[in-house]
């Protein structure tokens, strides 16, 4: 079974601070995503990684970043953190074209 | 208009009822998904279509791509299967998905 595993299942940070959050794969999967949930958003996207060191904006990139430099690990990065960036992280990944999505159990990120 | 539907946005039903959920889109796509999340919990991958019905279990998908509409259909519902089913579609030439808000459904013993 493919396992996507995020290092946080919980996480309180302070406004300015720089988080980082990581996801592993262990499928050898070319496609990884990370996710914001959102109660009335549903899931939105924030980055995407084809292969190592590519990626590509998703739809509310502003405020993140991304580092992919191995091909089983994405990382997520709060440059600063804010209050709005309160919410749930998903992380994901698949295999290329039209593939099943696999997702981590998510990091519940509360930025006080 | 968003460019994935789902409805209802909400579903109560009692253990044993079938239940139906339906999905449109507006974008050209080659399959879609059908995703399962528990309160609290991860997000499962239910299934993945591009044509016709599959069944997994008392799960059963169902997809019209020239009609561009899909339905998930649970027989014998029972309380386990509380939780919010969200439906994703990747345009073509695409891997990333757009996602339905979900339906959150809620069966009572």
């Known amino acids: 079974d493919v396992k996507v595993t995020q290092s946080s299942r919980y996480l309180v940070k302070r406004t300015g601070e720089k988080v980082f959050l990581e996801c592993v794969q262990d499928m050898d999967h070319e496609n990884m995503f990370w996710y914001r949930q959102d109660p009335g958003l549903g899931l939105r996207l924030i980055y995407f990684s084809y292969d190592v060191k590519m990626k590509e904006k998703g739809d509310i990139p502003e405020g993140y970043s991304v580092s992919r430099e191995k091909k089983e690990r994405f990382s997520l990065i709060l440059e600063s953190a804010s209050t709005n960036q309160t919410s749930m992280y998903l992380c994901a990944s698949s295999s290329r074209h039209n593939s099943p999505l696999h997702f981590g159990n998510g990091t519940r990120l509360t930025v006080t | 208009k968003n460019e994935v539907e789902q409805s209802p946005q909400n579903l109560t039903a009692q253990e044993g009822e079938f239940i139906t959920i339906n999905c449109s889109y507006s974008?050209?796509?080659?399959?879609l998904h059908w995703l399962q999340q528990h309160p609290g919990g991860g997000i499962v991958s239910l299934f993945m279509l591009s044509s016709g019905k599959k069944k997994h279990g008392r799960l059963i998908a169902t997809i019209n791509i020239q009609e561009k509409h899909s339905s998930l259909h649970i027989t014998a519902s029972h309380p386990r299967d509380s939780a919010v089913y969200i439906c994703a579609v990747p345009p073509y030439n695409t891997d990333k998905l757009i996602f339905g808000t979900g339906t959150r459904l809620q069966v009572f013993p």
């Open positions: 974008v050209g796509i080659s399959a």
